[in-house]
């Protein structure tokens, strides 16, 4: 049966949007394990669904960086990265204390740090882009013919 994501729903639909599908995948499965950590949270379980959580942030975090670039990750993309790591700091705190409201909260946060950093990685930055100079490797914009004025 297949269910809408509950804790990475900006993430999932980003990475869906911009048919990312390694960073898509992770995002699920991550969702998936968030869900699990949830139910151990509130059932006050120490199980090893709380333990599997910060495994698979640092996962989506690697499938992130490999989708934006690790070149932007951490260049252009630092202040994301930061938001990022931040995010997942919160998240492990929440677990670590096993504090369920704590955890929802920090969750959103996450979510839409993550969600940030995927979408504003520009096109032609991200690996394998049609928007980057095959023929020179390079990110710089290509120059355009000069184009006449209209009348």
Known sequence: MHRAPAFLPLTVDAAARLDAGLLLRQALVTDRAADECWTALLAGCGTAARRGLAPQLRRLSEATSEHVGVRWWFAEGTGHRRRVASA????????????????????????????????????????????????????????????????
Not at 121 to 130: D, E, I, K, L, V
């Open 88 to 151: 997942q700091e919160n998240l492990e705190d929440a677990i670590a204390d096993g504090d369920g409201q704590e955890f929802a909260l920090a969750f959103v946060g996450y979510d839409h740090a993550m969600a940030s950093a995927v979408v504003a990685c520009p096109q032609r930055a991200r690996p394998g882009s049609r928007g980057m100079s095959a023929e020179r490797g390079s990110l710089r914009r290509q120059p355009r013919a000069p184009q006449g004025r209209r009348t």
